[in-house]
Protein backbone atom coordinates (compact mmCIF):
# COMPACT_ATOMS: atom_id res chain seq x y z
CA UNK A 1 0.00 0.00 0.00
CA UNK A 2 1.77 3.15 -0.82
CA UNK A 3 -0.18 7.08 -0.12
CA UNK A 4 1.65 10.32 -2.01
CA UNK A 5 1.05 13.45 -0.47
CA UNK A 6 2.19 17.35 -1.72
CA UNK A 7 4.58 17.83 1.03
CA UNK A 8 6.62 19.98 -1.59
CA UNK A 9 3.95 22.87 -1.81
CA UNK A 10 4.23 22.86 2.00
CA UNK A 11 7.76 23.19 1.13
CA UNK A 12 7.25 25.47 -1.18
CA UNK A 13 5.21 28.43 0.59
CA UNK A 14 5.86 27.63 4.52
CA UNK A 15 9.52 26.33 4.59
CA UNK A 16 11.45 23.34 4.99
CA UNK A 17 11.66 23.62 8.33
CA UNK A 18 7.62 23.46 8.92
CA UNK A 19 7.46 20.93 6.33
CA UNK A 20 9.98 18.67 8.52
CA UNK A 21 7.12 19.61 11.43
CA UNK A 22 4.53 18.00 9.14
CA UNK A 23 6.40 15.14 8.05
CA UNK A 24 6.46 14.27 11.71
CA UNK A 25 3.24 14.86 13.20
CA UNK A 26 1.82 12.96 9.65
CA UNK A 27 4.44 10.06 10.12
CA UNK A 28 2.96 9.73 13.76
CA UNK A 29 -0.41 9.92 12.95
CA UNK A 30 -0.45 7.59 10.76
CA UNK A 31 1.60 5.63 12.70
CA UNK A 32 -0.57 5.47 15.30
CA UNK A 33 -3.48 3.64 13.35
CA UNK A 34 -1.29 1.06 12.60
CA UNK A 35 -2.06 -2.70 14.25
CA UNK A 36 0.21 -5.32 15.64
CA UNK A 37 2.72 -6.85 12.72
CA UNK A 38 1.66 -3.90 10.48
CA UNK A 39 4.25 -1.79 9.15
CA UNK A 40 4.62 1.94 7.91
CA UNK A 41 7.72 3.20 6.38
CA UNK A 42 8.60 6.55 5.01
CA UNK A 43 9.95 5.81 1.05
CA UNK A 44 10.66 9.31 -0.05
CA UNK A 45 9.85 13.08 0.55
CA UNK A 46 6.40 12.83 -0.03
CA UNK A 47 5.70 8.89 -0.16
CA UNK A 48 4.96 6.80 3.06
CA UNK A 49 4.33 2.79 2.58
CA UNK A 50 2.79 0.56 4.67
CA UNK A 51 2.24 -3.66 4.65
CA UNK A 52 -0.08 -5.30 6.48
CA UNK A 53 0.89 -9.20 6.43
CA UNK A 54 -2.07 -11.71 5.19
CA UNK A 55 -4.40 -8.76 4.76
CA UNK A 56 -7.71 -9.04 2.72
CA UNK A 57 -9.60 -7.19 0.39
CA UNK A 58 -11.68 -5.64 4.18
CA UNK A 59 -9.22 -5.06 5.80
CA UNK A 60 -6.44 -3.39 3.20
CA UNK A 61 -9.33 -0.91 2.20
CA UNK A 62 -10.36 0.07 5.77
CA UNK A 63 -6.61 0.67 6.78
CA UNK A 64 -5.97 2.66 3.83
CA UNK A 65 -9.18 4.42 4.88
CA UNK A 66 -7.49 5.45 7.82
CA UNK A 67 -4.06 5.96 6.98
CA UNK A 68 -5.59 8.35 4.33
CA UNK A 69 -7.48 10.10 6.55
CA UNK A 70 -4.85 10.21 9.08
CA UNK A 71 -2.23 11.50 6.45
CA UNK A 72 -4.64 14.06 5.27
CA UNK A 73 -5.47 15.84 8.65
CA UNK A 74 -5.73 18.61 9.63
CA UNK A 75 -2.39 18.77 11.55
CA UNK A 76 -1.59 21.49 13.52
CA UNK A 77 1.58 23.99 13.84
CA UNK A 78 1.93 26.51 15.48
CA UNK A 79 -1.77 26.91 15.68
CA UNK A 80 -2.14 26.90 12.13
CA UNK A 81 -4.02 24.06 10.65
CA UNK A 82 -2.75 22.34 7.76
CA UNK A 83 -4.49 20.02 5.31
CA UNK A 84 -3.05 17.50 2.87
CA UNK A 85 -4.44 15.97 -0.06
CA UNK A 86 -3.76 12.56 -0.91
CA UNK A 87 -3.64 9.45 -2.67
CA UNK A 88 -3.47 5.74 -1.73
CA UNK A 89 -2.27 2.53 -4.43
CA UNK A 90 -3.02 -0.99 -2.48
CA UNK A 91 -2.00 -4.40 -3.87
CA UNK A 92 -3.12 -7.77 -2.48
CA UNK A 93 -0.68 -10.65 -2.29
CA UNK A 94 -1.27 -13.52 -4.58
CA UNK A 95 0.68 -16.86 -5.36
CA UNK A 96 4.30 -16.18 -5.91
CA UNK A 97 4.29 -12.24 -4.97
CA UNK A 98 7.37 -11.24 -3.49
CA UNK A 99 7.89 -7.75 -2.20
CA UNK A 100 9.36 -6.41 -4.98
CA UNK A 101 5.92 -6.92 -7.18
CA UNK A 102 3.68 -5.73 -4.53
CA UNK A 103 5.47 -2.87 -4.07
CA UNK A 104 5.30 -2.71 -8.43
CA UNK A 105 1.86 -3.50 -8.22
CA UNK A 106 1.08 -0.73 -5.72
CA UNK A 107 2.96 2.07 -7.44
CA UNK A 108 0.39 1.27 -10.50
CA UNK A 109 -2.51 1.44 -8.93
CA UNK A 110 -1.43 4.55 -6.83
CA UNK A 111 -0.77 6.46 -10.48
CA UNK A 112 -4.71 5.35 -11.41
CA UNK A 113 -5.27 6.95 -8.45
CA UNK A 114 -3.58 10.08 -8.61
CA UNK A 115 -5.29 10.64 -12.52
CA UNK A 116 -8.61 10.63 -10.53
CA UNK A 117 -7.63 12.91 -7.92
CA UNK A 118 -7.22 13.66 -4.21
CA UNK A 119 -8.78 11.09 -1.61
CA UNK A 120 -8.86 8.32 -4.14
CA UNK A 121 -7.64 4.91 -3.45
CA UNK A 122 -7.18 2.37 -6.20
CA UNK A 123 -7.01 -1.25 -5.36
CA UNK A 124 -4.60 -3.21 -7.94
CA UNK A 125 -6.53 -6.41 -8.89
CA UNK A 126 -4.03 -8.00 -11.41
CA UNK A 127 -4.34 -6.73 -14.83
CA UNK A 128 -3.28 -2.99 -14.29
CA UNK A 129 -0.06 -3.55 -13.78
CA UNK A 130 0.67 -6.24 -17.06
CA UNK A 131 -1.23 -3.76 -19.50
CA UNK A 132 1.02 -1.28 -18.08
CA UNK A 133 4.46 -2.81 -18.71
CA UNK A 134 3.24 -4.30 -22.26
CA UNK A 135 2.85 -0.85 -23.02
CA UNK A 136 6.27 0.41 -22.27
CA UNK A 137 7.39 -2.76 -23.40
CA UNK A 138 5.70 -2.01 -26.96
CA UNK A 139 6.74 1.88 -27.18
CA UNK A 140 10.60 0.87 -26.55
CA UNK A 141 10.40 -1.85 -29.19
CA UNK A 142 8.85 0.66 -31.42
CA UNK A 143 11.41 3.38 -31.09
CA UNK A 144 14.29 0.85 -31.40
CA UNK A 145 12.56 -0.07 -34.46
CA UNK A 146 12.43 3.48 -35.90
CA UNK A 147 16.38 3.78 -34.71
CA UNK A 148 17.14 0.82 -36.94
CA UNK A 149 15.09 2.73 -40.18
CA UNK A 150 12.12 1.26 -39.61
CA UNK A 151 12.32 -1.67 -41.90
CA UNK A 152 9.91 -3.54 -39.23
CA UNK A 153 6.96 -1.69 -40.51
CA UNK A 154 4.66 -2.55 -43.21
CA UNK A 155 1.90 0.25 -44.77
CA UNK A 156 -1.22 -1.68 -45.15
CA UNK A 157 -4.21 0.16 -47.10
CA UNK A 158 -7.92 -0.74 -46.01
CA UNK A 159 -10.62 0.33 -48.06
CA UNK A 160 -13.98 2.44 -46.81
CA UNK A 161 -16.76 1.36 -48.20
CA UNK A 162 -20.40 2.84 -48.24
CA UNK A 163 -22.55 0.30 -47.14
CA UNK A 164 -25.55 2.00 -49.20
CA UNK A 165 -23.63 1.47 -52.46
CA UNK A 166 -20.68 -0.93 -52.24
CA UNK A 167 -18.54 2.10 -53.61
CA UNK A 168 -15.07 2.57 -51.88
CA UNK A 169 -15.27 6.49 -50.97
CA UNK A 170 -12.08 6.34 -48.76
CA UNK A 171 -8.64 4.63 -47.78
CA UNK A 172 -7.34 4.10 -44.03
CA UNK A 173 -3.59 3.89 -43.82
CA UNK A 174 -2.39 1.17 -40.95
CA UNK A 175 1.17 0.35 -39.86
CA UNK A 176 2.09 -3.05 -38.78
Do not use: W
Not at 21 to 27: M, S
Amino acid sequence: MLFRSKFRDINVSLGHDVGDQLIALVAESMGSTMREKQRLARIDGDGFAAYLPEADLDTATAVAERLLSALTGPHDIDGMPIRLTACAGVALAGDGDDLQSLFKQAEAALELAKQEGPGTIRLHLGGELVGTESRIRMRADIGASLDEGGDDFELHYQPIVRVSDGAVYAFETLVR
